[in-house]
């Protein structure tokens, strides 16, 4: 099954517990991105990967990092996580960066940063 | 500033009945306009994706209608069911060469038995 997943999907640390949320992709697409999702709030960008070895910032990096080593992997990583990066965050893949192409979703993680 | 609004922000309707959802946009340049669907606790999946010359499209009881001149799109949908309730997110694609969205903040949308 074409599918993004995350994982965790749930997870609740500490300030300053350094972090890794995971995601992949089965479908070979070359684009791929993270958002996170407040209350009250549309979706926002914080990294999105054109290709392996492609990164750049998005609407809202400050406090993130990711790599793609591979073309099915984005991991985000928080070096230092504060209660502020409290919420809830989606993968998303596509199979190209042009503006047409259909972005896919992972299910979300639910990180709480205590 | 690039802005996506939706309303109504909720809405109540009983099993069986339409509505219809609302999206406004500042988005500039554009590219294409979608709809999605986010169950709670869910990803969002998409429903339509609308380009410039394109005024109405289709989704099983899913209809999108997008009036570039105005900016505006609707959501319509058509004999509403339990499985509908969810949140519908308006997003517009800016044509930047690459893919830049910019979402609404959604309407959340509960059919009642």
């Known amino acids: 099954e074409a599918q993004v997943t995350q994982n965790p999907r749930y997870l609740i640390t500490v300030t300053g517990k350094k972090l890794t949320v995971t995601c992949s992709q089965n479908?070979?697409?070359?684009?791929m991105s993270w958002y996170r999702q407040d209350p009250g709030l549309g979706l926002r960008q914080i990294y999105y990967s054109m290709n392996v070895e492609v990164t750049d910032k998005g609407d809202v990096p400050e406090g993130y990092k990711v790599s793609r080593k591979e073309k099915r992997n984005f991991p985000l990583i928080l070096e230092s996580p504060s209660p502020n990066q409290t919420s809830l965050y989606f993968c998303?893949?596509?199979?190209?960066?042009?503006?047409?192409?259909?972005?896919?979703f992972g299910p979300g993680t639910r990180l709480t940063v205590t | 500033k690039n802005q996506v609004e939706q309303s109504p922000q909720s809405l109540i309707i009983l099993e069986g009945k339409n509505c219809t959802l609302q999206?406004?946009?500042?988005?500039?340049?554009?590219?294409?306009l979608r709809w999605y669907k986010q169950d709670t606790g869910r990803g969002p999946v998409s429903l339509t994706i609308m380009t410039f010359s394109e005024n109405t499209k289709s989704n099983g009881r899913y209809t999108a209608t997008l009036d570039a001149d105005t900016k505006q799109s609707s959501l319509h949908i058509t004999a509403s069911q339990l499985s509908d309730s969810a949140s519908y997110i308006c997003v517009v694609s800016m044509n930047t060469g690459f893919q830049k969205l910019v979402f609404g903040t959604g309407t959340r949308l509960l059919v009642s038995p």
């Open positions: 479908m070979n697409h070359e684009y």
């Open positions: 999206c406004n946009y500042t988005v500039s340049p554009f590219s294409n």
């Open positions: 998303a893949s596509s199979l190209s960066a042009g503006t047409s192409y259909e972005q896919y």
